[in-house]
């Protein structure tokens, strides 16, 4: 079946540091690929999407793009901030929003 | 944005009783939710459809009469997970279906701890 991996955690960065999350999947058909966000005491949230191969999702300063040729859908930002300190998701679906297939949850940690 | 209320946020029962988790849309009304389970180290798992005024879909390998779901409003649904046992300690998170523009809309989750 469908499935998603990503990279274990915690990340740990400091301010205004690089970041990249590795999100690689595995799915029989074209899925919609998605990162969610969980901040402390808070449900998953949205952070960006990507429908079809090629397309980049961005939001927040946060991108990633949907390799089909890698079945990659890595997680990048320029400059984290303390802010950005949260669970981070990677996922799947065949079914638009609906019947989702997450990785395992990736922390990250900023520092000042 | 839309909000997802989920209750307790972290329960720690003996072994053998039964524990209820609530999920409930505060402002839109959704006749789907979900309901996932995170064990340590693993992936987060949908281990069930709830839909509002029908029978719960349960996924491949998770026990319908363990893990109850009742869905009687448009705006809440149960989890209970009957006879609890320590194997069944892990994070349950729901999430809501949004009827305008289909996104998912998640709970803070619930630490289950069974002794």
């Known amino acids: 079946g469908d499935s998603v991996t990503q990279m274990e955690g915690p990340v740990t960065l400091s301010e205004e540091a690089f970041l990249t999350i590795n999100c690689t999947y595995t799915a029989t058909g074209y899925p919609s690929l998605f990162w969610y966000v969980q901040y402390p005491g808070e449900g998953l949230q949205l952070l960006l999407k990507?429908?079809?191969?090629?397309d980049k999702g961005s939001n927040k300063g946060f991108e990633a793009t949907y390799r089909k040729e890698t079945t990659s859908f890595h997680l990048e930002k320029g400059s984290v901030q303390v802010s950005d300190s949260a669970v981070y998701f990677c996922a799947l679906s065949d079914q638009g929003f609906q019947k989702l297939v997450f990785g395992t949850g990736t922390r990250l940690l900023v520092s000042p | 944005g839309a909000v997802v209320s989920q209750h307790p946020s972290w329960v720690i029962c003996k072994s053998g009783t039964s524990v209820k988790i609530e999920c409930r849309s505060l402002?839109?009304?959704?006749?789907?939710m979900f309901w996932y389970r995170q064990f340590p180290k693993q992936s987060l798992m949908l281990m069930a459809t709830?839909?509002?005024?029908?029978?719960?879909?349960?996924e491949q390998g998770v026990e319908k009469d363990k893990f109850l779901i009742n869905h009687a409003s448009l705006t809440l649904s149960t989890l209970t997970v009957t006879s609890a046992h320590p194997e069944d300690s892990s994070f349950y998170i729901c999430s809501a279906n949004h009827p305008l523009n289909e996104k998912l809309f998640f709970g803070s989750g619930t630490q289950l701890s069974v002794l």
């Open positions: 990507a429908t079809k191969a090629d």
């Open positions: 402002d839109f009304q959704a006749t789907t």
């Open positions: 709830s839909n509002e005024g029908s029978k719960a879909t349960y």
